[in-house]
């Protein structure tokens, strides 16, 4: 053979090797198409994740596990087709949650968990500022919850908690200036100072006035009796008017800035204008003169004393030697 059809066999063979090599490519690069084919099957939800974190915009980044479920690394955030921020997920801040963003970016709602004390809370706010007002559910202590609320000065208006020991369970609503306007309260026992005795404040529901002193009081006493009581401005240590259960009766009683007792209509014996048989021996009323009149009887409910104006001037008569007119009428109403 001839050295000039060797060199064109020679060239045919690269030829066809070329060819080969080129068939071979094409024929990789079809089974790997088919490979990430069926990659993106399995694939189209951890995808769908990755892009929001493509989408974030905000120097955050989104780290994807494969496995039985997908897993999505904090901190992220979640965004609309405006690139403002929607939801923001964060776990290392010291109260490590979900935050609720409006279109405006402020935050409205807030889903926490307090990494102090490992508590939850909840938050929402007035999407006008990321700090106050706003109204929470939070535990205080790690084991009593709170309800409070905050006004446009960022001052606490309502709270609805437990407080410590020494106070059991009261509810206090406070004015916009965090001052309690209402207390109620169970029997409590609140120390004084080291040479004073702890004072024991009754079970109720008490108003506060504003420089938080007692002006009013739905209270039980320690017997278990009920009463109501007023104060003047000085609470508790100056003029008021109660009406309680004593141990014979019930009781009206009104005292003095200085806190001495004024007057009072009291049941003292448990009987009061009644006798035990349930008939009235004392009446105070109006005369037929439109005068002012008092009447105090025997036990029948015979006038033995009379008081009245009778017109012109004020008598006194009394019986049995002055025939008196009249007499009480009525008996006690017994349940």
Known sequence: MSAERLNELELRL???????????????????????????????????????????????????????????????????????????????????????????????????????????????????????????????????????????????????????????????????TGKPIVKIQAETTVAGPAAVQPVTEPRGVFLLSATGGVASQLSVDSSGNGRVKVSGAKGTAGAEAGLMITKNGSLLALSNPAGRVTADVSSWDGHGVYVPGGQKVAQLGVSATSGGQMWIADPAGSVMVDVDFNGSVGRVRTGPNVTLGGSLIGKRQVP
Do not use: Y
Not at 65 to 72: C, E, F, I, R
């Open 14 to 176: 690269v030829r066809m090797e070329c060819d080969l090599a080129h068939a071979r490519g094409l024929i990789d690069a079809l089974q790997r198409e088919q490979v990430r084919a069926r990659r993106s099957r399995r694939m189209t939800g951890v995808v769908g994740v990755l892009a929001v974190g493509l989408a974030i915009g905000l120097g955050r980044s989104v780290t994807m596990a494969q496995g039985p479920g997908q897993t999505v690394r904090a901190p992220f955030s979640v965004v609309d087709s405006s690139n403002k921020v929607i939801m923001m997920v964060d776990g290392t801040s010291a109260s490590r949650g979900i935050q609720i963003w409006n279109v405006q970016q402020k935050i409205a709602a807030q889903l926490i968990a307090v990494s102090s004390n490992g508590t939850g809370a909840v938050v929402v706010r007035n999407g006008r500022s990321d700090d106050a007002p706003g109204a929470a559910m939070r535990f205080v202590d790690g084991d009593n919850p709170e309800i409070s609320a905050k006004g446009s000065d960022g001052k606490t208006f309502i709270e609805l908690r437990r407080e410590s020991a020494a106070l059991s369970g009261p509810l206090l609503v406070n004015d916009s």
